[in-house]
């Protein structure tokens, strides 16, 4: 799957991952590069296709499949991060997560389908898909769900040639992660990383080392996880 000449669309291209996506994408040659958000007057990539996007609205959804009916590559990047909890989290947070990350992914995937045989899909997740972290169990359970989702998808659009990849990644340096004062990456480097990925028709991507290691340590006993876990992130926030 070549970048250059492809036509694609990426989800949340208003800013962080997507809007560097789509700067990377028209680097690379991209012949159209569809740049989606909920508010798409706030994109500001030169020479990008500007569409509006909410990928909750099932209207919107199909309005989007509509405006771009050339779609070679899908990139589902738009997330968000409530901060809730599972136990004590504010419910209605945690469906938005689970609405956005599973339900809204799956959709946009349901609709673009039909015109993405021979291309490609690229999901973009987390390291935390694999890993709890406190303050984050609804990002941690909708992620592991988009997990999921990637891997049945990639299953089930085998038949008509379609290559699903899933990107795995610790911190970036953008918006969402701008508490956070451990070592980021910067965002330039994932993007590099996933669209190489892509390239090679690779089914996952793991765009740093954080996301390497909790990828290694789901063969062991999360008793043992957890206690590694705790020590690494101590030391990457100090």
């Given at each position: 799957?070549?970048?250059?000449g492809?036509n ?8 962080g ?6 700067r ?9 590069v ?8 706030l ?13 909750t ?7 989007a499949?509509?405006?771009a ?8 990047n738009a997330?968000?991060s409530?901060?809730?909890n599972?136990?004590t989290?504010d419910l209605?947070?945690i469906?938005s997560?689970?609405?956005t990350?599973f ?6 995937i349901?609709?673009?389908a039909?015109?993405l ?24 359970a909708?992620?592991a769900?988009?997990w999921a ?13 379609t290559?699903?990849t ?51 340590w789901l063969?062991?006993d ?14 990457l926030?100090?």
């Amino acid at each position: 799957m070549q970048i250059n000449g492809a036509n694609v669309l990426v989800t949340g291209a208003n800013r962080g991952l997507g809007r560097q996506f789509a700067r990377s994408l028209a680097e690379r040659g991209a012949a159209k590069v569809y740049a989606t958000a909920r508010r798409p007057e706030l994109i500001d990539v030169p020479g990008v296709i500007p569409v509006r996007l909410d990928i909750t609205d099932g209207d919107s959804v199909a309005a989007a499949a509509a405006a771009a009916p050339d779609v070679d590559i899908l990139i589902n990047n738009a997330g968000i991060s409530t901060g809730a909890n599972l136990i004590t989290g504010d419910l209605a947070a945690i469906r938005s997560e689970m609405d956005t990350h599973f339900y809204g992914t799956l959709g946009v995937i349901r609709a673009f389908a039909p015109q993405l045989a021979g291309g490609a899909i690229l999901n973009v997740l987390s390291a935390i898909s694999w890993l709890a972290v406190d303050g984050a169990g609804a990002y941690h359970a909708a992620k592991a769900a988009e997990w999921a989702l990637t891997n049945s998808a990639r299953l089930e659009l085998a038949a008509q040639g379609t290559l699903v990849t899933g990107l795995h990644l610790g911190a970036a340096d953008t918006d969402m992660m701008a508490w956070y004062d451990g070592d980021k990456t910067a965002p330039e480097v994932i993007v590099a990383a996933a669209l190489d990925g892509v390239e090679a028709s690779r089914t996952e991507v793991l765009a740093d080392a954080w996301s390497a290691q909790v990828k290694a340590w789901l063969s062991q006993d999360p008793a043992v996880v957890y206690r590694e876990a705790a020590a690494a992130l101590s030391v990457l926030a100090a």
